[in-house]
């Protein structure tokens, strides 16, 4: 286990937290799980989902797809995330 692990954790806490809150201790009313690039994350079960939904985040950070799907609350976390996943 390293720390790049860890840090992959925090990453993904952080990503959800800012898609499904619109403010702290306020979830966001306009859209559920189910309609954001959360669903997948939530619905891995098997090794197999897993393996394949780490290539799906890989892909979404690089594109950026996840971030455009951040609260406005949240917006300016936008770049620290980035440079986060960059040293993973």
């Known amino acids: 286990h ?35 690039c959360l669903k997948q994350w939530a619905l891995a079960k098997t090794s197999t989902d897993i393996r394949n939904l780490w290539d799906q985040k890989v892909g979404q950070l690089s594109t950026r797809s996840v971030l455009s ?5 949240f917006e300016p ?10 040293l993973i």
Do not use: G
Request: net charge negative; proline share 6%; hydrophobic share 40%.
């Open 2 to 36: 390293m720390f790049s692990h860890d840090l992959e954790s925090l990453i993904y806490v952080l990503i959800w937290i800012c898609i499904l809150y619109q403010a702290p201790n306020e979830i966001r009313s306009d859209r559920t799980i189910e309609q954001t």
């Open 69 to 73: 799907e951040f609260t406005p609350y």
């Open 77 to 86: 976390l936008k770049p620290a995330v980035t440079r986060l996943y960059k």
